[in-house]
């Protein structure tokens, strides 16, 4: 079951890209890891590359958009930005691939108890001066660390 809220479709209208976001629970407690699934689907009649790079564990080729329940859009705490590694991927017409991994709390700072939005993007495959394709948007809640026991 999946239990985040999965809202709307990508904005990019005729996209050669389709990118399908869950996070399988939508409550996280403070400070644990958010994990998540992304699904990447090719649209058009030829291969296209959906390549990814890595920088301090975090995927720079298929960013993370996360805003908190005022709009304010908290972004990842990066060093250097030195690529840690890359995979290199064609996707034929009509094929589809997916990875699960984590977001880390040590990579968000921002992300405080309340409730956010989250999104994931990419380069257009087909003509990168164009429109970033979006993902659909999920909410998640970050649930406040519980009480401390009185002494």
Same mark, same amino acid.
């Not at 805003?67 to 991927?89: A, C, D, V, W, Y």
């Given at each position: 079951?999946?239990?985040?809220?999965?809202?709307?479709?990508?904005?990019?209208?005729? =996209?050669?890209?389709?990118?399908?976001?869950?996070?399988?629970?939508?409550?996280?407690?403070? *400070?644990?890891?958010?994990?998540?699934?992304?699904?990447?689907?090719?649209?058009?009649?030829?291969?296209?590359?959906? *390549?990814?790079?890595?920088?301090?564990? $975090?995927?720079? !080729?298929?960013?993370?958009?996360?805003?908190?329940?005022?709009?304010?859009?908290?972004?990842?705490?990066?060093?250097?930005?030195? @690529? *840690?590694? !890359?995979?290199?991927?064609?996707?034929?017409?009509? =094929?589809?691939?997916?990875?699960?991994? =984590?977001? @880390?709390? !040590?990579?968000?700072?921002?992300?405080?108890?309340?409730?956010?939005?989250?999104?994931?993007?990419?380069?257009?495959?087909?003509?990168?001066?164009?429109?970033?394709?979006? !993902?659909?948007? $999920?909410?998640?809640?970050?649930?406040?660390?519980?009480?401390?026991?009185?002494?």
């Amino acid at each position: 079951m999946l239990a985040a809220q999965i809202g709307a479709a990508p904005t990019v209208t005729n =996209a050669p890209l389709t990118i399908t976001l869950s996070i399988p629970k939508s409550d996280v407690p403070y *400070g644990s890891q958010i994990g998540y699934h992304i699904k990447l689907i090719n649209r058009t009649d030829h291969p296209i590359d959906c *390549g990814q790079d890595w920088s301090e564990n $975090v995927d720079v !080729s298929y960013p993370f958009d996360i805003t908190n329940t005022n709009g304010k859009e908290i972004l990842p705490q990066l060093g250097l930005m030195t @690529f *840690g590694h !890359s995979r290199s991927l064609k996707l034929d017409p009509g =094929a589809s691939t997916s990875w699960e991994s =984590a977001l @880390f709390p !040590s990579e968000y700072p921002g992300l405080i108890p309340g409730e956010y939005r989250i999104r994931v993007s990419a380069q257009n495959p087909d003509n990168p001066r164009a429109e970033r394709i979006y !993902s659909n948007t $999920v909410t998640i809640r970050i649930e406040p660390p519980p009480a401390l026991a009185p002494n």
